[in-house]
C-alpha cells in the first residue's frame, strides 16, 4: 500500500500544479492570438508592429530565464510562485487600461519576465514531487496542461472578441490568473528538498545555466528550431494554400494527438528507455513538416496535423524528463531553467531564421528546412546515445 503512494503521480498538488500551469498558459496562447487582431484593429498598428507583440514578450523571457533557477533558490518556489503570478495578473489588468501601442510594448516585456518565472517554478516543482521511477510518465501528464491550453486559450479567445469585446477578454483572463494564484497559495511544499543556498544573489555560471542539462537543453533547441514553423508561421500558409476555414481545427488535431499519446509514451520512457520515445518522435515530427511541405487539401493538412502532435509531443517532454534527470534533485529549478532557455532561445532564432526563408524561398521551405533541421537533431541525438552507452550508462 505504501509502495502505491509513493509511486502516485495525480496527487492534490499536483493536480493544484497542472490548473496552475493550464491557467498561465491559457492566457499566453490566448493572447498570442488575439493581441495582434486588437493592435491592428483596435490600436490601428501595421502587421509588423503587431508581431512585435510576442517578440517583446518572448525576450524578456529569455533575458531572465538564466536567473530564475537561482531566483528559485534564494526565495524559495512557492513564494517565487506566488508573486509572480500576482504580478502576471496585475499585467494582465493592465490590458484593459493601456492604449498607447509603446506602452504595450513594455507591459508586454514585464508580463514575459513573470512568466518566464512561473513557468520555470510551476515546472520545477512538478518535478520535485512526481516519483522518481515515474518521471517520464508523471512530466508527461504535467505537459498535458500546456496541450489544453494550446486549443482552449486561442478557442476562447477568439470566441470572446467575436461575441462580446476585448475588454472582456481581458477580464476573463484576468479572472483565470487570479484562481490560479489562489492554487498556487494552497501547494504545500514542506516535505520537498530545500537546496542549500546563501539567502543572496550571487551569480556564477552554475548559477545561470545547469551543466549537466545543457546537452540536453541544446538539442530541445534544435526541436523549438524546428516548431517555430508551425507556431509562426502555420496561419499565414494556411491562408497562402486556401486551408484558413480549419487552421483552427489543425491546432485541436495537433493537441489532441499529444494528449492522447501522453500515457502511453510516458510509460514507454520510463519502462523502456528515453530512447524509444525520442527516436521515433522525431522522425514522425520529420514527416509531419515534410508533409506540410507537400500540403495541397485538407486531408493532407490535418494528417500532417497528426505526425507533428505525435512527434513534437513525444520529443519535447521527454527531453525536458532527461534534463531533470540528468543532475541532483535539488537542482532541479536550474535544470528546468536551462532547459526552458535553450528551447525559447530555439523559437525565437526559428521564427527569426525562417521568416527568412519564407521570403526568400517561400513557405514550403520553411517546413523542408525544419525537416532538416530535425534530420540534424535526429544524427546528433545518436552520437550521444553512442556515447553514453560507450560509458556503460543505463538509463538514458
Known sequence: MQQEENTQIWTKRFISLFLINISVFFVFYGLVTTLPLYAIGILHQTDKEAGLLLSSFLLSAIIVRPFSGKLLDVFGKKKLLVLSIVGYFVCTVLYLLIDPFGLLLGLRFIQGIFFSIITTAVSSLAADIVPKSRKGAGLGYFAMSTNLAVVIGPFVGLLLIQYSSFNVLFIVMSICVLAGGLLAISVNTDDLPQPAHQGKLTFTFGDLLERRALPVAAIASLVAF??????????????????????????????????????????????????????????????????????????????AAIFVGFGYGAVTTSLQALAVQSTAHTRSGYATATYFTMFDLGIALGSYILGIVAVQAGYASVYLTGAGVLVVVFIVYLLRLAKIKAKNVVHI
Open 226 to 303: 524546428a516548431y517555430a514553423s508551425v507556431l509562426s508561421f502555420l496561419s499565414v500558409y494556411a491562408q497562402q494554400k486556401d486551408l484558413m476555414a480549419i487552421a483552427s481545427v489543425f491546432y485541436a488535431v495537433f493537441a489532441a494527438s499529444m494528449l492522447i499519446t501522453r500515457p502511453y509514451t510516458g510509460k514507454l520512457y520510463d519502462t523502456k528507455g528515453a530512447q524509444y520515445v525520442i527516436i521515433p518522435g522525431i522522425i514522425l515530427f520529420a514527416i509531419g513538416l515534410v508533409m506540410l511541405a507537400f500540403v495541397s487539401g485538407p486531408v493532407l493538412f490535418l494528417a
